[in-house]
């Protein structure tokens, strides 16, 4: 393997990570991974911390002994996905390898990878949140969908205050439902929302940016499918049977905590590619979501359970 072969590598990684947090609309989230720590592989050290409340103050014993315990628990990412792809030497050649391959991987990664990993991040939120008891049933209409989403957005408000930062994900089809609201005049209005180093135009309500999401990665459930297995060798991912579409998930900022990571992209040329003359280029990410124990409080969404996938 030579030097110019790592290097394409290493700018693929770069570039391949960089537009999967600023093009993913669930790209936002993993921000907050700041606060895990990751040394590569499929673990990730996630922080817990436990503190104590506060006690009276004694004039003459000063203060009550408290106790703080930070510790880090050992997880997983789950999500272990990955392909293999040939460019024939006859098409691609050293002085245009790497615009092309370029162009494949960048392609590949927005119109498959980043669906897939924002279908998978809101259908995991969907299950958390029913398992928390964080999840409300509500069939849209033009007439109610206001009036129910600021009844939504208010019990969050009252659970966590004003002064946490709370984002709406929202159905595309749903969304459209709200334009067509009567009084949304009065409180819909135009925002900007930064998602890595892209700077986005949103609607917002209450102050509360609104994210609208493809429909198709917005569901409760789906299957990620091998690749190999007969009627799957497509890959990606499709609803499972008893999927329901999500008509908003509401959430404070730092409570969803998701890792992307793009493993070791191993390029092989002609001359090292063991199986044909072509560029070999393999693709791998790991990638997962969590949410604290406190963090489902700033946690709530909404399905519609009469809908059809």
């Known amino acids: ?58 004039r003459d014993n000063g203060f009550v002994q408290g106790a703080v315990t930070l510790r880090y628990e050992t ?75 600021m009844e939504d957005i208010t019990s969050i408000k009252d659970i966590v205050g004003d002064g946490c930062e709370i984002v709406i994900s929202m159905s595309a089809k749903t969304a459209g439902m709200l334009d067509l609201a009567k009084g949304k005049e009065h409180v819909i209005e135009s925002g900007e929302f930064v998602q890595g180093k892209v700077k986005l135009r949103v609607r917002e309500i209450d102050g509360c940016p609104i994210i609208r999401v493809p429909s198709a990665r917005f569901q409760t459930k789906y299957e990620f499918l091998d690749g190999v297995t007969e009627s799957k060798t497509e890959g990606g991912f499709q609803p499972t049977s008893d999927a329901k579409p999500i008509n908003w998930i509401i959430a404070v900022r730092q409570a969803p905590i998701a890792v992307s990571k793009t493993d070791v992209t191993r390029i092989f040329d002609p001359m090292h590619n063991q199986n044909a003359n072509a560029w070999k280029i393999d693709y791998r990410k790991y990638h997962d979501l969590w949410i604290t124990d406190n963090g489902m409080e700033g946690i709530l969404v909404s399905v519609d359970q009469s809908g059809n996938v």
Do not use: C
């Not at 391949?16 to 609309?25: G, R």
């Not at 989230?29 to 895990?36: G, K, L, P, S, T």
């Not at 691609?92 to 494949?104: I, K, L, P």
């Open 1 to 58: 393997m030579s030097i110019n072969t790592l290097d394409y590598a290493s700018i693929f990684m770069q570039e391949l990570d960089s537009q999967m947090t600023e093009s993913a609309t669930s790209g936002w989230m993993e921000a907050n991974a700041a606060q895990v720590q990751y040394h590569g592989g499929a673990e990730v050290k996630f922080p817990k911390m436990q503190l104590s409340g506060l006690g009276n103050y004694d």
């Open 75 to 149: 997880r997983e990412l789950t999500q272990d996905r990955g392909r293999t792809f040939q460019l024939d030497a006859v098409d691609v050649d050293e002085t245009n390898f790497a615009a092309v391959a370029g162009n494949v991987m960048g392609e590949f990664q927005r119109t498959k990878v980043i669906p897939e990993i924002d279908a998978y991040r809101y259908s995991k939120i969907a299950e958390l949140a029913q398992a928390a008891e964080k999840q409300k049933d509500y069939t849209p209409t033009s007439d109610t969908i206001l009036e129910e989403l």
